[in-house]
């Protein structure tokens, strides 16, 4: 190990080590039963679970009914989420969550299965440090770390009981892999992690099958471009195994429910633009949904992207895929911001690729934005505390109440604040388009991608890497 190697690998520890006891001390305190029991979808993850660890089976039938009798996850009658056909009670959500949290649940119930949530959590900043790391200074790689993890979507969604945030460092890990590994790789047995990683993210939720498909096309991608060489032959001969995932998961839609797409279908999804755009513009910019409000830090990734695109544009429109598959699919869902989840959560699978233009742009320019990153930092854990201070006595903050009234519905800020902020929580899905809030909000972003592209066309070619 090189002298380099020792402080940037201690660096990481200490990283992951703070940013893991936040996160954990935060998420367990927060989701406690005592405090909030399971609710919305959450039960349903965990009797899939239990159905799996019990009865070797996805057949939820016995699984309910234990659950009926006990009462131990719920606590309460609850309606099953399945799709009952020839005496099969097939569930409705995917079971990748629940294959996940099989063996927690069994060592700890409800809390195990939460507490094992915040561990995967926890892969976020370490491989976000690990690869800030090779392009800032190790001070200038944790305090990013730090500021872009230490907020409110990881502290309370890494206990949440809902694939969004898994997705999110799963689709962060394969990504970073992407950029920096897969251009050198001879390994097939690395490929191989790679493709299988990329197409069981459908069993997350069917959603993400189309974020399967962009990092299928940007490992192909990414291996054409090295040549005709070890990399390339590394690729093309595992790349088949990315379509394991999603044709395994077709052949169980097809014994649950006798399609190879499962029950969700098209009717769960809107044909109406203006209302799709309202959920898409509401998932960034809602003053409750929006992972700007939630996370403003990220506003600067939003400065960086002019400038990331012109360093690196081929993986600037990967980048842009990889994006869009991850917030079009929830935008066009009937069920408004996912109804009974916490607040927030259909933006948390891609709410951390705005690291990427951010680490890419900090990293190239290190000498004339590093020291910005400390203070930008502070700020906002400044921030996300004073958030804190509303969420965490109230923990029904954080999960919606559908009200068009600004009084009536769900937000991060007091009342007396949230008539300046950007609300879409219209139901004629027309009048956000003119509401002086929304409108504010609009102007903002646009100013902010006005600066960053004035900034990117005057900075300089980047400088080598730092280290």
Not at 219 to 233: H, I, P, Q
Not at 250 to 278: D, K, N, Q, Y
């Amino acid at each position: 190990m090189t002298t380099s190697q020792r402080p940037a690998r201690a660096t990481h520890a200490r990283v992951g080590l703070f940013v893991f006891a936040v996160a954990i001390a935060i998420a367990v305190y927060a989701a406690r039963p005592t405090r909030l029991p399971v609710t919305g979808d959450e039960p349903h993850y965990l009797i899939m679970a239990d159905g799996l660890l019990s009865d070797h089976s996805f057949d939820l039938r016995n699984a309910y009914a234990r659950e009926a009798r006990t009462h131990t996850l719920y606590g309460g009658p609850l309606d099953p989420h399945v799709f009952i056909s020839d005496h099969r009670w097939a569930p409705y959500h995917a079971p990748g969550l629940a294959i996940l949290l099989a063996w927690p649940l069994a060592a700890g119930g409800s809390a195990g299965a939460k507490i094992a949530l915040c561990l995967l959590a926890g892969l976020l900043p370490v491989a976000l440090v690990g690869w800030f790391d090779r392009k800032m200074s190790h001070a200038t790689a944790a305090w990013l770390t730090i500021g872009v993890t230490v907020a409110l979507p990881f502290g309370f969604g890494a206990s949440q009981v809902y694939p969004d945030l898994v997705a999110g460092v799963a689709s962060i890990v394969l990504v970073l892999w992407l950029i920096e590994c897969a251009p050198g790789s001879r390994r097939r047995a690395a490929w191989l992690t790679f493709w299988m990683g990329a197409g069981a993210l459908p069993w997350l939720n069917v959603k993400f099958l189309a974020t399967t498909i962009i990092f299928a096309l940007g490992g192909l991608s990414a291996a054409w471009r090295t040549g005709r060489n070890g990399t390339w032959k590394a690729a093309v001969t595992t790349c088949a195994s990315v379509a394991v995932g999603p044709l395994a998961l077709a052949g169980l839609h097809f014994w649950g429910v006798g399609s190879l797409f499962g029950p969700r279908g098209r009717a769960e999804l809107t044909t109406s633009f203006s209302r799709a755009a309202m959920m898409f513009l509401g998932l960034h910019l809602d003053q409750s949904q929006g992972l700007f409000l939630q996370h403003p830090l990220m506003l600067a990734g939003l400065v960086a992207w002019p400038a990331f695109a012109r360093l690196r544009p081929r993986l600037a429109m990967f980048w842009l895929a990889l994006y869009a598959s991850l917030m079009v699919p929830n935008s066009l869902e009937l069920a408004r911001f996912g109804v009974g989840g916490p607040v927030g959560r259909f933006a948390w699978s891609a709410l951390w690729l705005w690291a990427i233009p951010l680490g890419f742009v900090v990293g190239a320019h290190h000498d004339a934005v590093g020291r910005w990153v400390k203070p930008a930092v502070v700020g906002s854990l400044v921030y996300q505390a004073l958030l804190a201070v509303r969420w965490l006595p109230d923990l029904g903050v954080l999960f919606p109440r559908l009200e068009e009234q600004l009084s009536a519905r769900d937000s991060l800020f007091p009342i007396g604040v949230r008539y300046a902020l950007p609300s879409f929580y219209f139901w004629d899905f027309s009048s956000y388009w003119t509401y002086l809030p929304n409108v504010a909000a609009y102007s903002i972003v646009g100013a902010l991608v006005i600066v960053g592209v004035r900034l990117s066309r005057l900075s300089r070619p980047p400088a080598p890497c730092y280290h």
